[in-house]
């Protein structure tokens, strides 16, 4: 990959670069799933944290949980959840937006003084177009969109799944960007894109 290409997977509409990654262990909750889905979230939450060279844990010793999933049929059952809009603050408009837009996903992020990830909220909306995909690439989507703040715009057009003989699995674009975006040597979080500049460089070396 270019970094004109990385650097658009971490620029917002406003043209404002913003990448950060996850220090701290992630503890997943899952809601809204039977178990054997919430069986193969899992296993797509440990592929991608492996990945990042990312534990999971159990339990977030200050927050409980820190990576919170969340499947709906429709964005009005939100208000339903005790205590949401207070997790996700500003959830409830949000989720008139998303009706309005007729959106499948939806994640916000909350970060650390210094800007690191510190928990992270992802939604899903099992709409009809949903509704053929196997729930094994919708697991893996949802666990791409939380470990890195990844711009849905740029995705449209860079899918980072593919199919084999065996199921899905994450493009290898995807997966080698994970691990490099990870590296230690590298920092956690940045806010200009000479940043893509580094995380490029790193790719061609690996």
């Given amino acids: 990959m270019t970094a004109e290409q990385i650097a658009a997977l971490f620029t917002g509409p406003?043209?404002?670069y913003h990448f950060a990654r996850w220090r701290r262990p992630l503890a997943p909750v899952v809601f809204g799933v039977q178990d054997a889905t919430l069986a193969l979230v899992k296993g797509a939450l440990a592929t991608v944290a492996a990945l990042a060279?990312?534990?999971l844990t159990e339990v977030d010793t200050e927050l409980g949980a820190n990576l919170m999933i969340f499947f709906v049929r429709d964005w009005r059952e939100l208000a339903e959840v005790p205590d949401l809009d207070h997790l996700v603050p500003g959830l409830s408009a949000r989720a008139v937006v998303l009706t309005g837009q007729d959106a499948d996903h939806y994640r916000q992020f909350r970060y650390e003084e210094d800007g690191a990830i510190r928990a992270a909220f992802v939604f899903l909306r099992l709409s009809d177009r949903l509704a053929g995909?196997?729930?094994?690439d919708l697991a893996l989507d949802l666990a791409l969109r939380a470990i890195l703040p990844f711009q849905a715009l740029?995705?449209?057009d860079r899918p980072w799944l593919v199919r084999g003989a065996d199921g899905p699995a994450i493009a290898p674009w995807a997966a080698d960007l994970i691990r490099v975006a990870y590296d230690p040597v590298l920092p956690v979080i940045a806010a200009d894109k000479s940043h893509a500049l580094r995380l490029a460089a790193r790719l061609s070396a690996s």
């Fill in 14 to 16: 406003d043209g404002t």
């Fill in 53 to 55: 060279g990312q534990p």
């Fill in 133 to 136: 995909l196997p729930a094994e």
């Fill in 154 to 156: 740029a995705l449209r």
